[in-house]
């Protein structure tokens, strides 16, 4: 069996382990049996169980981090253009959520009562991503489509809904489907608001 296959394999079988047992719990034991495979094949792979959480936790992070990446200025010629590439960027986080809710449920609500390198991750990728909302909304402003806004506290404020949703509607509810709705509609209040007009507020 190809090298690469059995590490996924396992670390696959690892993330149902801990997800089900949680991390403390869970046994080497178990993930093998989980895996279908000799409990002496994972110590081929990771010298822990440790190790093995560190490597889901690690991997979720990269995976979401450049997903959130992939808005591209040059290609964007009118809001419409904007809004689209939010949406494809919102709806492709969602779904890698969706694909892998145990980890996304380790990864979340886990990993900072865990293990001290799985929580370092977790602050890491929190910072990353408002860090790369925040420059969004900055170079947004410069090209004219966003309002001039203290782009920290506004960074933190849609990661914040953003992993609400993550965590309520994906992880808690279950909600695999129509990811690309829900990628809208976050969108749009983001963009659009709550008032209907920008003398709504006024009166």
């Known amino acids: 069996m190809p090298a690469k296959t059995s590490a996924d ?36 792979y990771f010298p822990s169980k440790r190790q093995a959480f560190v490597e889901l936790m690690e991997g979720f ?27 494809d960027l919102y709806t492709s986080i969602f779904q890698i959520c969706a694909d892998n809710r145990d980890v996304a449920d380790l990864f979340f609500n886990a990993a900072p009562s865990a293990d001290e390198r799985a929580a370092a991750i977790r602050e890491e990728f929190m910072r990353g991503v408002e860090g ?32 609400n949703i993550v965590l309520r509607t994906i992880i808690a509810e279950g909600r695999t489907f129509r990811l690309r709705e829900l990628a809208e509609d976050l969108v749009d209040f983001e963009v659009r608001g709550l008032f209907v007009s920008e003398g709504a507020a006024t009166k």
Do not use: C, P
Not at 68 to 82: P, S, Y
């Open 61 to 87: 992070a990269r995976n979401i981090s450049s997903a959130a990446l992939e808005l591209d200025w040059e290609r964007i010629r009118n809001g419409e253009d904007l809004r689209q590439q939010l949406v």
């Open 132 to 163: 790369i909302s925040a420059q969004s909304l900055v170079d947004g402003a410069e090209r004219g489509y966003f309002r001039a806004l203290k782009a920290e506290t506004i960074s933190r404020a849609i990661v914040g809904m953003f992993l």
């Open 9 to 44: 394999q396992l670390l696959k079988a690892a993330a149902k382990v801990y997800h089900q047992r949680g991390y403390h719990a869970a046994k080497v034991s178990e993930i093998t049996r989980e895996a279908g495979v000799a409990q002496g094949t994972f110590y081929l």
